[in-house]
């Protein structure tokens, strides 16, 4: 099953549209879009599994100039309520 995350993103003032622009050519990377709140960008990054998604984040988007900081948000999913465990 293929893995994906919510990636937020805050960067430098007046930095913002060129971290989109160079977030849409970074492979993995699903969608980026500028918006407004407490982050200035939100991506979907996908990949085979977390690592993945992890070194995507850790040497292509937190290495881009204007990058402040990231959060990442893994998506889960649950095939049932049955096949949770506490």
Not at 43 to 57: E, L
């Amino acid at each position: 099953m293929k893995a994906r995350a919510f990636v937020l993103i805050n960067c430098q003032a007046g930095t913002t549209r060129r971290i989109v622009e160079k977030l849409q050519q970074i492979p993995g990377v699903e969608y980026a879009e500028a918006v407004t709140g407490p982050y200035d960008i939100i991506a979907i990054v996908s990949g085979s599994d977390v690592n993945y998604i992890g070194v995507v984040i850790a040497e292509r988007i937190q290495t881009i100039e204007g990058v402040e900081k990231t959060i990442t948000c893994n998506v889960v999913r649950f095939d049932s309520l049955d096949s949770l465990i506490y």
